[in-house]
């Protein structure tokens, strides 16, 4: 080895310096064991192959140190194996990028027990689907705890190839045995669950393993606190697993629930039949698109947007519904771009956090959200915020709507008045 590292190391000395070869060890420990010719040599066979080599080196840079015919034989054992096209291939090592630090037995392992767990042969198009779905760690564990993890998963605590398929998917078998045995009897003790109510709940959502059961608990009582029943708060989260691992007792989430419920009139029954908006964010999500529909006119307000036949654009990404409304006649001047957003955030934000009001008073000043907020809220709002600093009798937040509203002559007036408006 020691005779192989020294020419190795000499002819990185001269490709990088001694500098940048120092900090390329940092991050590729075996840099060492290839010269730079072997390392382009995989570099740009995998660009032959029409692989995004940078990809490759960013997400598993112990690739480019392996001996070229090495990737290769793994190349060769993962296509010829499952049937994979070139372009499948492509996507595959995009996502699957540790799969080349490997030999062929291991990564015709890991898919040896990917098709015998989910009874399908490797030659299938639904098989190779999955393993292009499969969690971007899939070739990182052996096979063996690959299968063990599993199987553990299905045979303890859930029933159905869905279980396996979902597990593999969203790295189920990350989790240690013990670890996920400690955590369904947790979950048992802080919900009352039985045996029977844990493997029906796991079945439904397999993910659920990869939480931890303090969160969930915690996440299941401050959705009920919310008044969602018992039922709804399992079905919500079964349809969307990411309300489990989110502290729903956070103010973020508790403003998302108001402004449902507040500004756009969604009823409990209404939000728990739609869980997805539960996910997305005020600031930067919801509220930009409500009230961009409500700036040009689409809309009547914005607890119309539910009747009003476009509530499913909300979820559009900003390209489709930059498209769809960006041209309307009433404000033709207007685009959904970043800048939009932005405006829009720093606006809500400025309510919450610096006026501090609450959204059910934002709601009911619906003009505070349509006011610039560098031209008319954030230095009136000063100004009526010193007039109450002298003046007890004076609350800034009883002339909510003078501060939207009024033209800055009649606003004037009523500063000087010292806050009595004639």
């Known amino acids: 080895m020691a005779t192989k ?15 940048q070869l120092s900090q390329q060890l940092q991050k590729v420990h075996r840099l060492l064991v290839c010269t730079p010719k072997e390392h382009n040599e995989v570099y740009s066979w995998l660009v032959s192959k029409g692989v995004n080599a940078t990809k490759v080196q960013q997400k598993a840079p112990l690739v480019m140190t392996r001996e070229i ?20 291939m492509c996507i595959l090592l995009h996502k699957h990028s540790d799969a080349l630090k490997y030999g062929p037995d291991h990564v015709l392992g890991a898919l040896q027990v990917v098709s015998s767990l989910l009874d399908m042969p490797m030659t299938s198009e639904s098989f190779r689907q999955d393993v292009l779905a499969a969690h ?36 189920v078998f990350l989790t240690p045995e013990p670890v996920m045995q400690s955590r369904a009897v947790k979950l048992q003790e802080q ?33 009920q606190g919310a008044c969602f029943s018992l039922d709804q708060v399992w079905a919500m989260c079964t ?6 691992g989110r502290k729903w007792t956070s103010d973020t989430n508790v403003e998302k629930l108001q402004f449902l419920t507040c500004l756009l009139g969604l ?23 409500v009230w961009f ?9 914005p607890n119309t947007v539910m009747t009003s036949g476009l509530f499913g654009y909300i979820l559009h990404s900003k390209v489709l519904f930059n498209k769809r409304f960006s041209v309307l006649s009433a404000f033709p001047s207007m685009v959904f771009d970043s800048p939009f957003i932005d405006h829009w955030k720093q606006r809500w934000e400025f309510l919450r956090q610096q006026m501090k009001l609450s959204v059910e008073t934002i709601a009911a000043h619906q003009d505070l959200l349509l006011a610039s907020l560098p031209e008319r809220l954030a230095p009136r709002w000063q100004l009526l ?23 800055d002559q009649d606003f004037a007036v009523l500063v000087e008045a010292g806050g009595k408006l004639y």
Not at 5 to 19: H, I, V
Request: proline share 3%; hydrophobic share 40%.
């Open 5 to 19: 590292l020294r020419p190795a190391l000499q002819s990185w000395l001269q490709e990088l310096g001694a500098e």
């Open 69 to 88: 015919r090495a990737v290769q034989s793994t190349f060769q054992a993962l296509q010829e194996a499952a049937a994979f096209s070139d372009a499948q």
């Open 136 to 171: 971007n760690r899939l070739f990182s564990r052996s096979p063996v705890s690959l299968h063990q993890r599993v199987k553990f998963s299905c045979q303890m605590y859930a029933t159905g190839t869905h279980v396996a398929r979902t597990a593999f998917t969203r790295g």
């Open 191 to 223: 919900l009352g669950w039985d045996s029977e109510q844990l493997k029906q709940k796991l079945s439904a959502d397999p993910n659920i393993l990869n939480s931890e059961p303090s969160t969930i608990a915690c996440n299941v009582q401050g959705l």
């Open 239 to 244: 349809q969307h697993s990411a309300l489990l």
């Open 267 to 289: 009823t409990l029954d209404d939000i728990a039949a739609r869980s997805y908006l539960l996910t997305r964010s005020v600031g930067g999500f919801l509220g930009p698109r």
């Open 293 to 301: 529909l409500y700036q040009t006119g689409a809309i009547r307000s």
């Open 385 to 407: 915020s010193k007039i109450a600093s002298v003046q007890a009798d004076f609350k800034a937040e009883d002339h909510l709507t003078s501060l939207a509203t009024l033209s």
